[in-house]
């Protein structure tokens, strides 16, 4: 699996969007890009996942660089709700988590 | 649709007992199963994974061992709790392009 690293901590208002990224220079040609979260006292929840074109779901959108060595997890209009930790992985299974980014967001 | 359930949600058991926690999981055939825990203030941690019956990966040393009884059914045990073991601990099943389903969680204390 692609070793990543992501920023411990972001803040974001509420409404505004949220760009959270992550590194994964290692990454081989095969290997996907995960995104998860974890809110406080649950397991965690799958975002969105792409190999090399840029994708969008209900939740969010995954930018994925040219190189594939780094992405964005994009969140359009950050909610209270979307505070949680969020986990970038590149592989495949087993999914390894690294700590993650821990976003607040402000009302 | 498929769902998972993990059980029990919550428990305390002393140090030196036995642990048992179940996992099951419905409306999907042989799913890739996986058991994660996380110690508290920390993150996911790895600790078994299985593609098929009776087929389990460790990926860590543990005073822990996990078992498949049947395609759907993912069990963790120990035969002593050690209070290192404290944690909350994550069954969850894979699907098709490596998307990870998670069970509710069991929430282990060792006292």
């Known amino acids: 699996d692609a070793k990543t690293t992501q920023p411990n901590s972001m803040e974001s208002n509420e409404e505004e969007p949220v760009h959270l990224p992550c590194n994964h220079s290692?990454?081989?040609?095969?290997?996907?890009i995960h995104w998860y979260r974890q809110l406080p006292s649950q397991g965690p929840e799958y975002v969105i996942h792409?190999?090399?074109s840029n994708v969008n779901n209900r939740m969010a959108s995954l930018a994925i660089a040219e190189d594939r060595k780094s992405s964005t997890l994009i969140l359009h209009r950050a909610t209270l709700r979307d505070a949680a930790v969020y986990y970038c992985m590149g592989g495949n299974t087993p999914l390894v988590f690294g700590k993650g980014t821990r976003l607040s967001v402000i009302a | 649709s498929q769902t998972i359930h993990q059980w029990p949600a919550t428990l305390v058991q002393p140090v030196g007992s036995p642990l048992s926690l179940e996992c099951t999981v419905e409306?999907?055939?042989?799913?890739?199963l996986y058991w994660y825990r996380q110690a508290a203030g920390r993150g996911l941690q790895l600790l078994f994974y299985s593609v098929g019956i009776g087929q389990i990966s460790s990926e860590v040393p543990q005073n822990l061992s996990a078992s498949r009884p049947q395609d759907r059914q993912f069990i963790l045990s120990s035969k002593k709790l050690l209070l290192s073991d404290s944690g909350f601990y994550l069954c969850?099943?894979?699907?098709?392009?490596?998307?990870?389903?998670f069970g509710e969680g069991s929430r282990l204390t060792v006292l």
């Open positions: 409306g999907t055939s042989n799913p890739n």
């Open positions: 792409g190999l090399t």
């Open positions: 290692t990454i081989s040609g095969t290997d996907y």
């Open positions: 969850a099943w894979g699907g098709g392009t490596g998307e990870l389903f």
